[in-house]
């Protein structure tokens, strides 16, 4: 197993809380890994620190070999995406010029929009099925479609690794598993490397291909799930009493809690 | 090559077989060359107004030579400094708006109300006060009182990050307690000094000559490149530090850059002219709801502010002629009136 993205004894803190303790982290290449673990447990911190957002105070993040705070930050915005949990469309911006800014770390003063550019735009527009929706005001769309757009935002970017933190919250079940379902085809389509954090265990347990479980700011578990998920891990991350049965759909582990369970 | 669909109203001229390429926003061109013609059409109207009127063809003639001396004195010494000066200073002050409206992403968060400019005027005043000074040495005053008044507006703004709605109302209070300053300021002067600054204290190109429009050229032609280079920066980080961060963008260098920029463009106009209000707080969203742009966009911000400063200085002289009105009081008027109408849309949205 090859990867271009590690993190190496992380040591990452706000103010005076530790989040991350020497945290070891593999990020395989063309897998789709979902970070699970129960709240605050460090999930978003790893993943805002593996992409630069977050300085680690000891360890380091690695970036093919090199520590990724050696690259400029537009070399790494042309390697690494981030979805963001929360972003602001500025007032009156359309789909198009929404999306248009995930070209930003490949554009340059004076080369401000190439074919490339407009190719890459097209084609994450129609992978999110955002193309009819080209000329609309951000603001005047339904929640799930926004997602869509800031998708399509972090398509248009072309990174071989792309971040996605906790994609499909506030949507609705459908919308929820229509995002996954293209997080899944363009991980197999294109070998895009995927690292998304995700709150519901099963359908993080459908979708990775690599699960990382969480707890206090460690690695708990790491692998495929139906090598990991067992009763005894969901109680140890979750201090959850569970069932595990194989899920009808896709053999993959599905958790249903036991009754009176805490 | 296929039609550029993207974005929408957006044309890309290409240079040097496709090895250079600007994009261009449609709207935004039409909305900057017609405030440039009219700028340049009001600045002609400008130059033959005054106590002594000129014909078009005597404005040429001054240029051409064939004028006497006594026209081509009035023409080139005395008006064109005041008209360059006030076109430069309201496309400064515009943008230095645009600069702390995008950061703070809100259309109140102008240097005028969050306490940048009267802090560039609280500088410049200490300086003529206490040491004296020509304008090179006012300038520095006023973008030393500028920048501290931005920096005791981010301190005590602070908490975990800074927030837009904090920063203005912390500004505004901030602003007030450097009114006070001022005020003092002129109180324990000398009267002759008092006089003079309390004159300079309501912005007027009244006595503006090439001795100050000069280094006010010089100061926006340093300061504009700089702008060019982050105005995308700028732009992508309305959409949230990690956003921004995750496309390449260092938020941190690109605000401390741009607020230097920002107080520097109000320290140069205040030093000239005395604090002018309201033309960074307008012109920006003006100029956005005319060119229906996504969040403030520098160029028509710029052409915006320069039409609205020069309009109020043609007015300021010409209203009351020959009573000269500092330019100050036309946009406080002015400005005022924009303000109220800002507030009672911002009240009504939440």
């Known amino acids: 197993m090859h990867s271009r993205l590690t993190g190496w004894a992380l040591q990452v803190g706000y103010d005076q809380r530790t989040v991350l303790h020497q945290l070891d982290v593999d990020i395989p290449d063309g897998a789709f890994t979902v970070i699970v673990g129960p709240n605050a447990c460090g999930k978003s911190t790893l993943l805002r620190s593996l992409a630069r957002l977050l300085k680690p105070s000891e360890g380091a993040v690695l970036l093919d070999g090199r520590a990724i705070s050696s690259y400029s930050a537009k070399e790494v915005a042309r390697i690494v995406g981030l979805l963001p949990q929360s972003s602001t469309a500025p007032d009156g911006i359309t789909v198009v010029d929404l999306v248009s800014r995930g070209r930003f770390p490949h554009q340059k003063l004076l080369r401000q929009w190439s074919e490339v550019d407009e190719r890459a735009v097209r084609d994450a527009m129609a992978a999110t099925s955002v193309t009819d929706l080209a000329t609309w005001p951000v603001d005047e769309l339904s929640g799930g479609q926004r997602q869509r757009v800031w998708v399509a935002m972090a398509l248009a970017q072309q990174t071989p690794l792309l971040l996605l933190d906790e994609p499909t919250t506030f949507l609705d079940i459908a919308h929820q598993v229509e995002l996954l379902d293209l997080f899944g085809r363009l991980n197999r389509d294109s070998g895009r490397t995927l690292v998304a954090v995700l709150h519901d265990l099963n359908q993080a347990s459908r979708y990775a291909d690599n699960l990382l479980a969480m707890k206090d700011g460690r690695v708990v578990a790491q692998g495929a799930p139906r090598d990991i998920v067992t009763e005894d891990l969901v109680y140890e991350v979750f201090g959850l009493r569970a069932r595990i049965i194989p899920d009808p759909e896709s053999g993959t582990p599905l958790v249903i809690p036991l009754l009176g369970a805490h | ?350």
Request: with cysteine.
């Open chain 2, 1 to 350: 090559m296929s039609a550029v669909i993207l974005p929408a109203g957006t044309r890309v001229l290409r240079l040097a077989g496709g090895r250079l390429s600007l994009r261009v926003d449609r709207r935004g061109t039409v909305v900057v060359l017609a405030l440039t013609g009219f700028v340049l059409g009001l600045a002609a109207l400008a130059v033959t107004l005054g106590e002594y009127p000129l014909t078009l063809g005597q404005i040429v003639g001054a240029f051409a030579g064939t004028e006497s001396d006594g026209v081509r004195r009035i023409v080139v010494d005395g008006r064109l400094p005041r008209i360059v000066m006030a076109a430069v200073a309201g496309a400064a002050l515009a943008l230095s708006g645009a600069i702390f409206q995008s950061m703070t992403r809100n259309p109140l968060g102008s240097p005028d109300i969050i306490g940048f400019t009267t802090g560039a005027y609280t500088g410049a005043l200490l300086v003529t006060l206490v040491v004296g000074g020509n304008y090179i040495a006012q300038a520095w005053g006023a973008l030393a009182g500028g920048l501290a008044a931005a920096i005791l507006v981010y301190v005590l703004a602070y908490t975990r990050g800074v927030q837009g709605f904090r920063l203005i109302v912390v500004g505004i209070a901030v602003s007030a307690m450097l009114h006070a300053v001022n005020g003092w300021l002129i109180l324990r002067a000398r009267l002759e000094e008092a006089l003079a600054a309390a004159t300079w204290g309501a912005g007027s190109f009244n006595e503006v000559g090439w001795r100050e429009t000069v280094p006010v050229l010089v100061a926006v032609a340093v300061l504009v490149p700089l702008l060019v280079v982050f105005a995308r920066p700028l732009a992508l980080l309305e959409m949230g530090d990690d956003a921004a961060r995750s496309l390449g963008v260092r938020p941190e260098v690109t605000r401390g850059i741009l607020l230097v920029v920002g107080v520097a463009l109000v320290a140069a106009i205040t030093a000239a002219a005395g604090p002018i209000s309201f033309v960074a707080l307008a012109a920006p969203q003006l100029a956005r709801r005319l060119a229906r742009s996504a969040g403030v966009s520098l160029l028509p911000s710029a052409a915006m502010g320069a039409a609205l400063l020069l309009a109020s200085d043609v007015l300021a002289q010409r209203l009351l002629a020959p009573t000269q009105l500092p330019v100050g009081v036309i946009t406080v008027c002015v400005g005022g009136v924009y303000l109220v109408a800002l507030l009672i849309s911002q009240a009504r949205r939440q």
